[in-house]
């Protein structure tokens, strides 16, 4: 193992990540950032420096436990103080799985504004993959607004609220096409406003690949909001050429419309009728989630740990959430085909993010597909999301959880008011981070940093999540739960109906430090005597980020053994910045070497300067 070194400068700059010129955070000049690419049992050592003129930053490595490193997680606030501008800080960490990684800011809504990239650390010297594959592709996906992200924070953090609404674009490795659907390019045969020379920001990387081979696509989503599926694959040709319109469905077409179909197909509808007004073109028929061709995968990889593999036409990819997939290139190499990427769970204004996966030599790679690509199934199917998190499992052989929990923490999340202000809360609870990091103030045991206060390990037993919160009124805090060393802790995150009526939200809860197993998902509200004896005990999958469907609850369990203060959150940015996480700190008086550097602000910094003096 060696240690790798990199010297980043983080700064602002011009960029066009979806062709239209916007304002986005870079390193060294890139965006996205430069991916690191590591081998298990490496040290990287990142040399950070803030060349913003105004605000701090720090970057926090997902997925990356920091096995006795907490002060490198890279957290404001909880693991070190922001780095000031003009400032330099190294993180110096280890790398001890093998996985898809990648990293982003961690402070404010920076993530948000483009400081991210991705990580990727291969198998140790001398160890293997449990699967066999020729070559890879690295697929990045996030989201984009052309709002500057520092209006976006204004609306939320303001009263009345001001929602960020739905991205402008997909990103694909940094890059979509806004004003421009790769798709209707196809479809109306014009080229007039897509960027696909190849110099272009925008312009999207084409997969090349030989027939007959197959290749590991690791596919890691950090978006901000929107969750997400990928499809490689075309609609089937014999449909190519239907067009539908509302009419159509109006009038109740006879023929190839299933009738129970009909309300999806009409949802699927109005995207692309969303899409037309953007771009101004024509839109196709939508049959395609019914008579779609897709390239087949077999999923491999979840959050760095190796899952059973299984075979799926399509991957549901939720933020902070990685997978490895295999794909073998057994279709027609006369033809390309589309990787499409598009919204999940919301109802989606933002046109797919495309790409062309170019079988060559036999087709040249500009050669647009022969058909539309694969449209993403319906945003409202929650069965097809269920059925995709259920097939995930461990792989045989993969570390199993302890029979027995020490702890049972379980966490209602709500959206809530505070004086008419719009914020997400657990158990009541909407999370303001202090001034001091956790990890120096619990560390040196200093007086007065945060909410000495326990935050509660429960809600009432008569909250009824399938209704508004009767009493929406919640409160700031930013207390802790202290965990003990090696101890076992099961967290129950309950989701419930948000401030409207029928409205309930997906969540992806990301846990810093850590994996967890996933011991079960559920509908409705947890039930204490009857679910617990549900859990996977036997092969649950092990990850650092899980999803709450609406209404429903997901149980975890992990083990409290790596020393240090740790975020878990909800990975919608937004969400995160209205409240939307809590703080665990684990045997903290077992964290030694601290460098001061990492808490040289708040009371930790004052601490430091009495110590001077005298
Ligand atoms: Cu990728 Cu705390 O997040
Ligand atoms: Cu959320």
Redesign the pocket.
């Known amino acids: 193992s060696t240690t790798r070194q990199f010297k980043w400068d983080v700064e602002y700059m011009f960029w066009s990540p979806d062709c239209e010129e916007n304002v986005v955070m870079g390193i060294n000049g890139q965006f996205p950032g430069p991916t690191i690419r590591a081998k298990a049992g490496d040290t990287i050592s990142v040399q950070l420096t803030n060349k913003l003129h105004t605000e701090g930053v720090v970057i926090?490595w997902?997925g990356i436990r920091q096995l006795g490193t907490p002060w490198a997680d890279g957290?404001a606030s909880i693991s070190q103080c922001a780095i000031n501008p003009g400032e330099t800080f190294v993180y110096r960490f280890k790398v001890d799985k093998a996985g898809t990684y990648f990293y982003?800011g961690?402070f404010g809504m920076q993530r948000s504004a483009g400081l991210y990239g991705s990580l990727i650390v291969d198998v140790g010297d001398g160890e293997k993959e449990p699967f066999h594959y020729d070559g890879e592709f690295n697929l990045l996906l996030s989201d984009w607004w052309h709002q500057s992200v520092h209006q976006q924070e204004v609306g939320l953090s303001s009263k009345p609220f001001r929602w960020i609404g739905e991205p402008q674009s997909l990103l694909i490795n940094g890059r979509g096409q806004f004003n421009c659907s790769l798709a209707a390019h196809f479809s109306n045969g014009s080229t007039n406003q897509c960027k696909l020379g190849g110099n272009e920001e925008c312009a999207p990387q084409i997969l090349s690949v030989l027939p007959n081979t197959t290749y590991r696509l690791r596919i890691a989503s950090i978006t901000a909001l929107a969750s997400l599926n990928l499809a490689v694959g075309v609609m089937s040709d014999e449909h190519e050429h239907v067009k539908v319109t509302p009419e159509d469905i109006l009038s109740d077409r006879p023929g190839d419309i299933l009738s129970e179909r009909i309300e999806d197909i009409a949802e699927n509808l109005q995207t692309l009728i969303l899409a037309k007004n953007l771009c101004g073109v024509t839109f196709y028929n939508d049959y395609n989630y019914v008579f779609s061709q897709n390239h087949k995968m077999v999923v491999v990889e979840a959050d760095g740990n190796y899952v059973q593999p299984f075979e799926v036409e399509d991957v549901d990819i939720y933020s902070?959430e990685s997978y490895s997939v295999l794909l073998t290139t057994n279709q027609d190499s006369s033809k390309n085909y589309w990787i499409s990427v598009g919204v999940r769970g919301r109802k989606p204004q933002t046109p797919q993010a495309l790409t062309i996966l170019n079988y060559s030599p036999t087709s040249p790679s500009i050669l647009l597909p022969v058909s539309p690509p694969t449209i993403t199934p319906t945003w409202n199917d929650y069965d097809h999301s269920k059925s995709f998190s259920n097939k995930i499992f461990a792989l045989i052989g993969s570390p199993k959880p302890p029979k027995n929990r020490d702890r049972r923490i379980i966490l209602l999340n709500t959206q809530n008011l505070i004086d008419g202000y719009i914020k997400w809360a657990i158990n009541n609870i909407s999370l303001l981070l202090p001034s001091t990091p956790y990890l120096g103030s619990i560390k040196y045991s200093l007086k007065g940093a945060f909410d000495n206060k326990k935050p509660p390990e429960d809600f009432p037993n008569d909250y009824d999540v399938m209704k508004p919160p009767k009493n929406p009124n919640s409160t700031y805090g930013n207390g802790v739960y202290m965990l003990g060393l090696n101890s076992t802790v099961d967290v129950i995150l309950q989701n419930a109906n948000a401030l409207s009526g029928n409205v309930s939200e997906i969540h992806p809860w990301?846990l810093?430090g850590h994996n967890f197993w996933v011991l079960g998902y559920g509908e409705g509200k947890f039930n204490k005597k009857k679910d617990e004896k549900k859990f996977n005990l036997r092969n649950p999958p092990l990850r650092n980020t899980a999803v709450i469907f609406p209404y429903g609850w997901t149980a975890l369990r992990f083990v409290a053994d790596n020393p240090g203060v740790w975020?878990f959150?909800c990975?919608i940015e937004p969400h995160l910045h209205m409240g939307m996480g809590v703080i665990f700190a684990a045997a903290v008086q077992h964290v030694n070497n601290i460098p001061n550097q990492a808490l040289a602000c708040g009371l930790t910094g004052k601490s430091f300067m009495n110590t001077k003096q005298n």
Do not use: I, P, S
Request: without cysteine; neutral net charge.
């Open positions: 926090h997902h957290t982003h961690h902070g990301h810093h975020a959150h990975h």
